[in-house]
């Protein structure tokens, strides 16, 4: 709300930047070569690797302009456009965002000043609010690879001859194709213990569902004598992990079942 009635000052990053400077003199030192079947350029950026789609977007991100430098925040609350990386700099903590999602489709940027992205009536970013609002939310747009950013306007983001950020351009041309990169893969969360499911062969799948549950009183391993064809049907119909339950359920030495 009244921004301006807080205290003045510049905005200080929720990091330690010497720290970070230590961490990527050591990385640079270290080198390497790009791995084997990496994106191209991938070093480059610091190993931050670039999204094509929502669901690739991870917690935190950087985003490059068409000029090639990063979406920059700077501590007075607005937002230019840094020098182009060379080697394997990494991104500086001002130039790193938390993704924060608002729905399936939209989400919010927050910077590391622990301000959000913003867009005032000018349509320029401003980076000043402490809480999510209409104002803060923003719109990912992929079409054919390339991404574009829609604020709350419905203006896309473009940078100025003078590097500022502005969300003012109607449609989405070369000049506001960005690109998003993240740190590391966005993965579904998994149990502890669980493991990517192989249901090609209902019959091992049994097998190995049954080892995995089946209480070995007597060291045997006990699996339900009726046909399994019926299985098959229960995969189809997606109902195979109640079918193996229900034919447990009949054998006496699996006492995760009823």
């Not at 320029?124 to 079409?143: C, D, M, N, Q, S």
Request: neutral net charge; aromatic residues 6%; hydrophobic residues 30%.
């Amino acid at each position: 709300a009244a921004y301006t009635s807080v205290k003045g000052g510049k905005l200080k990053l929720k990091c330690d930047l010497g720290e970070r400077r230590k961490k990527s003199s050591k990385r640079k030192r270290e080198g390497g070569d790009n791995p084997s079947g990496s994106e191209p350029g991938l070093l480059k950026h610091g190993k931050w690797k670039k999204v094509s789609s929502l669901e690739e977007i991870a917690d935190r991100a950087i985003i490059e302009v068409c000029t090639g430098g990063y979406v920059t925040a700077e501590d007075d609350g607005s937002f230019s456009v840094g020098a182009v990386k060379e080697d394997s700099d990494p991104p500086g903590p001002a130039e790193i965002f938390t993704v924060v999602r608002v729905s399936e489709t939209k989400m919010a940027f927050k910077t590391g000043y622990g301000r959000y992205i913003g867009v005032n009536t000018a349509g320029e970013l401003t980076g000043k609010a402490e809480a999510v609002g209409p104002r803060e939310i923003w719109e990912p747009v992929f079409e054919e690879g390339k991404l574009a950013l829609c604020a709350c306007n419905h203006r896309f983001i473009t940078v100025t001859d003078e590097n500022k950020v502005f969300a003012t351009a109607e449609q989405a041309k070369e000049q506001e194709m960005l690109t998003m990169r993240c740190d590391s893969p966005v993965q579904k969360r998994k149990r502890a213990g669980e493991e990517e499911e192989d249901v090609t062969d209902v019959s091992s799948y049994e097998v190995n569902t049954v080892k995995k549950f089946q209480s070995f009183i007597d060291h045997k391993l006990r699996i339900c004598s009726e046909d399994s064809s019926s299985l098959e049907k229960a995969k189809h119909d997606g109902k195979l992990h109640e079918a193996l339950l229900d034919r447990r359920e009949k054998m006496k030495s699996d006492r995760y079942c009823k």
